[in-house]
């Protein structure tokens, strides 16, 4: 099978979407061709295995590097590679611009398209990747909401969400063909750490993503207010908006928290992180599907956190904790201190369960499960294919449309978020 896959972030940024986007890749280049497309400061092209061919668009911006040039050069360059690839089907891991202009190639080729959805459909504008002002997330939900998503849903093939929630949101969005399939990880790197000894003095809790108000990190400071001295904070994760990184600095410091900012590291890094950790904590209002929830249980890192999307999935009372969205910050403390009094051996059963709630996403099993869906899109596609001249112009329409409002939007929030700062 040949597969393209479209995504507008490096491999480095873009948080979760933009490392699971380079990570199904490589596992789907193990048996199959694959072509990565992305965007890079520079426009070229990177045979990275045999089998795995990666495209850069050149891109323009500081923030996360994600806004692509559309001149005519970089179009053609995209249709051309799509064109002498020759996909079977088209897969895009995120619903900006290099992944609408391949949606639209897809169309006029009678392409297959299938998108990941890494967010919640009926409200894409909270996962704002530079957590734009306020007025214009609301200005970006009905842009995105009304027209621009809802158009770019309609021309998907097919549709992936991660898990029940997201299916459950989706169906208000979509009524196309639904496959829930959820995020992979390579589990092996996890599955030889040794768990943490809960009884040494210091205990270390973790929380891994970006400094956002989405991710709530004030909330942990002040469960942190109502901990012993003993406990520290490692907050592993880049600022997305300067405001309120600052007001974290502040609030730590002015109430003499043990709080690290780490700050951003290479993923690489992030196994030191988990192995000294005794609990991921998390206060997230949304998560889709987490990654870092996922690979701290993968390493036997029981998780404590408040309701959103990835606690409710693996929550079951024993290493994955969940904990109502009205929860004050003493009663989650208590669970913490209830936790960390544990004698070794029941921590430890603590351990190897929270292994055990993710040992079904490795790579090997979410690829099959990926690949069977593309193999039932693609015989779906060839029962319905007909070519319909007027419909086909109509279309080119309002794909164009849809370029024009994608990267306006796209603009402003690159453009707001610098004037935030």
């Avoid at 021309?155 to 208000?172: P, R, S, T, Y």
């Avoid at 990880?185 to 040794?194: D, G, I, V």
């Avoid at 989650?332 to 929270?354: G, S």
Wanted: include cysteine; aromatic fraction near 10%; hydrophobic fraction near 40%.
């Amino acid at each position: 099978m040949r597969i393209a896959f479209t995504t507008m972030f490096s491999e480095t940024n873009g948080g979760g979407i933009g490392r699971v986007s380079w990570e199904i890749a490589p596992a789907l280049a193990e048996q199959h061709s694959v072509l990565l497309i992305s965007s890079a400061r520079s426009a070229h092209v990177w045979k990275q295995t045999p089998n795995l061919t990666v495209l850069w668009l050149r891109s323009s911006g500081e923030v996360l590097s994600i806004v692509p040039y559309f001149g005519l050069r970089s179009i053609r360059t995209l249709f051309k590679s799509l064109e002498d690839f020759g996909p079977d089907v088209l897969h895009a891991q995120d619903l900006g611009p290099v992944s609408l202009l391949a949606q639209f190639w897809a169309m006029a080729h009678n392409v297959p398209f299938v998108y990941t959805s890494h967010i919640l459909a009926s409200r894409p504008a909270d996962f704002d990747p530079i957590e734009s002002p306020k007025w214009l997330i609301e200005l970006g939900e009905k842009i995105l909401v009304r027209t621009y998503y809802a158009d770019f849903l309609s021309h998907c093939d097919a549709v992936i969400v991660l898990n029940e929630k997201g299916n459950e949101d989706m169906l208000h969005c979509y009524k196309g063909r639904i496959f829930k399939i959820p995020n992979g990880r390579h589990l092996r790197l996890y599955a030889t750490y040794p768990f943490a000894q809960i009884s040494e003095g210091e205990k270390h809790l973790l929380f891994i993503g970006d400094l956002c108000h989405r991710k709530n990190q004030r909330y942990l400071l002040e469960v942190m207010r109502c901990l012993p001295p003993e406990f520290v904070l490692d907050l592993v994760g880049a600022p997305l908006q300067a405001s309120y990184s600052r007001h974290l600095y502040n609030y730590a410091r002015e109430n003499g928290l043990r709080v690290n900012f780490v700050g951003r590291v290479d993923h690489n890094e992030i196994p030191a992180y988990l192995q000294k950790a005794h609990l991921f904590v998390s206060a997230s209002t949304t998560e889709v599907q987490s990654l870092a929830v996922l690979e701290a249980l993968a390493s036997g890192t029981p998780v404590i956190g408040l309701s959103n999307e990835t606690i409710d999935e693996f929550a079951n009372g024993v290493s994955c904790i969940c904990l109502p969205k009205e929860t004050f910050p003493a009663q989650f403390a208590a669970k913490i201190l209830e936790i960390c009094r544990l004698p070794q051996e029941r921590y430890d059963i603590l351990c190897q369960d929270a292994r055990n709630r993710v040992a079904h996403l490795d790579w090997t099993t979410v690829v099959q499960q990926t690949t069977a869906a593309y193999a039932e899109v693609i015989k779906l596609k060839r029962e319905k294919m007909q070519v319909n001249t007027k419909k086909s112009i109509h279309s080119t329409l309002k794909s164009l449309q849809r370029t024009i409002r994608a990267s306006f939007y796209i603009s402003l929030m690159v453009i707001a978020g610098a004037i935030s700062d």
